[in-house]
């Protein structure tokens, strides 16, 4: 009789444990979402007279750089006044991290047939 009882003790102390490591497993495994969300970023060549890709899509919060790689300076101004590079030499970038959705079109302020596009969902 006292086996029995012993033996079915054990059982349920095995259970209880196996339980508790799947309940474990389960939680450590459970992330917030700023855990998960990578750092977004784009980047945009400006080269040969023209912004590549001149129109880009990116989710809120994305990082936008324009980098510079003609041999004249350029700018990176929003239609709107949003944000303005002010002149960016060769090799030179500029960054700006888009919070809000919307539509932003930009141009170069020197060259102004240069334009582009960042659309944000």
Avoid at 58 to 83: E, P, Y
Wanted: aromatic share 6%; proline share 3%; glycine share 6%.
């Amino acid at each position: 009789m006292k086996r029995t009882i012993l033996l079915m003790l054990s059982c349920m102390l095995i259970i209880t444990g196996l339980l508790a490591a799947i309940s474990c497993s389960s939680s450590s495994q459970t992330t917030t979402p700023s855990e998960t969300t990578p750092t977004q970023s784009s980047a945009v060549t400006i080269q040969n007279l023209s912004f590549s890709q001149a129109n880009i899509t990116v989710s809120v919060g994305t990082k936008v750089t324009w980098t510079n790689k003609d041999s004249i300076t350029h700018t990176v101004t929003s239609d709107t006044g949003l944000f303005d590079s002010g002149p960016i030499n060769n090799g030179g970038t500029f960054s700006y991290t888009f919070n809000n959705k919307g539509v932003f079109d930009y141009h170069c302020t020197i060259h102004p047939t240069m334009k582009g596009t960042v659309t944000v969902q």
